[in-house]
């Protein structure tokens, strides 16, 4: 089958061939972003590959309908970007990535733990600059201090297995508690009761209607005062804006951030030589206790390979039955 890959980034390019050695698929690489302008790339191909920023609404999908497309494959777990209604409507098979590797976004998010708690990143910068005094780099011993888990999915799981490694604390918050958790070590309580009983709070919850700017301005109140904040799940379950009122505050003691709201066409490019006109996104630079990474918890090796042997898998599950491997529709979600 022929797939056009949009966002094509050289990792994408070097995982995608490798998996698709034995399946024979021809893979056209594209570093465009998937939009109304560049769906007409997908002339002639069966399927799409697209990743987290591509466009995939209900214009997008139509223009791609026209060109024959009868696969979108998205090379990512989540899938709050796809008009869904829109793809049944005009035929389309939606896959997705269920899983690759929880641990990685795991472990990312307690680097980013670390190096807030032991300000990693402003100690870095002082010593390049031959600026060895320890003022302003004071810690905290994890050990006994108390971790809100938002969402225990397998990342969340995951995350609450390594905290408890530190002998942390853990409360949880899951509309679906689960036993493995329980058996952990973690607590469930109410959402309010965690947010002002937790030191650091990290999230792992899926974006959704309800978890849209779920950290909103009532949330940032119940907050333990001077408390840590980490969001590796998807930029728009917080409330940037009420975010920074906490930062300024003093409310929020410290900011990690893997992911933004309005991280498209942010995050993935190279923006060194550029001013980035994102006056909220600016903002969070100027805080000296905020740190971001550009949406890198996913990339390891393992990952990678993972996300790319399940998306030639669903490619070739469709060419052959005409059903993928792990579909995603109206009707699933229902």
Not at 26 to 29: A, R, S, Y
Not at 78 to 82: E, S, T
Not at 218 to 222: G, L, S, W
Not at 301 to 306: F, G, I
């Given at each position: 089958?022929k797939v056009a890959?949009?966002?094509t980034?050289?990792?994408d390019?070097?995982f995608?061939?490798a998996?698709?050695?034995?399946?024979g698929h021809?893979?056209?690489?594209l570093?465009?972003?998937?939009t109304?302008s560049?769906?007409?790339?997908?002339?002639g191909?069966g399927?799409?590959?697209?990743?987290?920023?591509?466009?995939?609404?209900?214009?997008?999908?139509?223009?791609?309908?026209?060109e024959g497309?009868?696969?979108?494959?998205?090379?990512s777990a989540?899938?709050?970007?796809?008009d869904?209604?829109?793809?049944?409507?005009l035929?389309?098979?939606?896959?997705?990535?269920p899983?690759y590797?929880p641990?990685a976004?795991a472990?990312h998010?307690v680097a980013?733990v670390l190096a807030?708690n032991?300000?990693?990143h402003r100690a870095?910068?002082?010593?390049?600059?031959?600026?060895?005094?320890?003022?302003?780099?004071?810690?905290?011993?994890l050990?006994?201090?108390t971790v809100?888990?938002?969402?225990t999915g397998?990342?969340?799981?995951?995350f609450?297995?390594?905290?408890r490694?530190?002998?942390c604390k853990?409360l949880a918050?899951?509309?679906?508690?689960?036993?493995?958790a329980e058996?952990l070590?973690a607590r469930?309580?109410?959402?309010?009761?965690?947010?002002?009983?937790?030191?650091?709070?990290?999230?792992h919850c899926?974006?959704?209607p309800?978890?849209?700017h779920?950290i909103?301005a009532?949330?940032?109140?119940?907050m333990?005062?001077?408390?840590?904040?980490?969001?590796?799940s998807r930029?728009?379950?917080?409330?940037?804006r009420?975010?920074?009122?906490?930062l300024?505050?003093?409310?929020?003691?410290?900011l990690?951030?893997?992911v933004?709201e309005?991280e498209?066409?942010?995050?993935?490019?190279n923006?060194?030589?550029k001013v980035?006109?994102d006056d909220?996104f600016?903002?969070l630079l100027?805080?000296p206790?905020?740190?971001?990474?550009?949406?890198?918890a996913?990339?390891t090796?393992?990952?990678?390979?993972?996300i790319?042997?399940t998306?030639i898998g669903n490619i070739?599950s469709?060419?052959?039955?005409?059903?993928a491997?792990h579909?995603?529709?109206?009707?699933?979600l229902?």
């Open positions: 089958m890959v949009f966002s980034k050289p990792y390019e070097r995608l061939s998996a698709n050695r034995e399946a021809e893979l056209v690489f570093e465009m972003r998937l109304e560049t769906a007409f790339a997908a002339e191909a399927a799409v590959c697209v990743f987290v920023n591509d466009d995939c609404g209900a214009g997008v999908l139509g223009r791609l309908a026209g497309v009868r696969l979108l494959a998205l090379r989540g899938f709050n970007h796809v869904l209604a829109a793809a049944k409507r035929g389309l098979t939606v896959a997705r990535v899983e590797s641990r976004v472990e998010t980013i807030l032991r300000k990693i870095y910068a002082r010593v390049r600059e031959g600026n060895f005094a320890l003022e302003g780099l004071l810690g905290f011993d050990c006994g201090r809100g888990v938002i969402g397998k990342i969340g799981l995951a609450v297995r390594i905290m490694g530190f002998d853990v918050h899951d509309p679906y508690p689960k036993a493995e058996a070590g469930y309580v109410p959402f309010i009761d965690l947010l002002g009983a937790s030191d650091i709070v990290s999230l899926p974006l959704t309800e978890t849209h779920l909103d009532k949330a940032v109140d119940a333990r005062d001077g408390a840590m904040l980490v969001n590796t930029g728009a379950v917080i409330d940037t009420a975010v920074i009122r906490g300024k505050s003093g409310k929020i003691g410290s990690g951030l893997d933004y309005e498209e066409g942010l995050f993935f490019e923006l060194s030589d980035i006109t909220i600016a903002r100027t805080f206790n905020v740190l971001i990474t550009g949406h890198q996913f990339f090796v393992e990952a990678l390979t993972a790319a042997e998306t070739s469709f060419e052959r039955t005409g059903a491997l579909p995603v529709s109206v009707e699933r229902a």
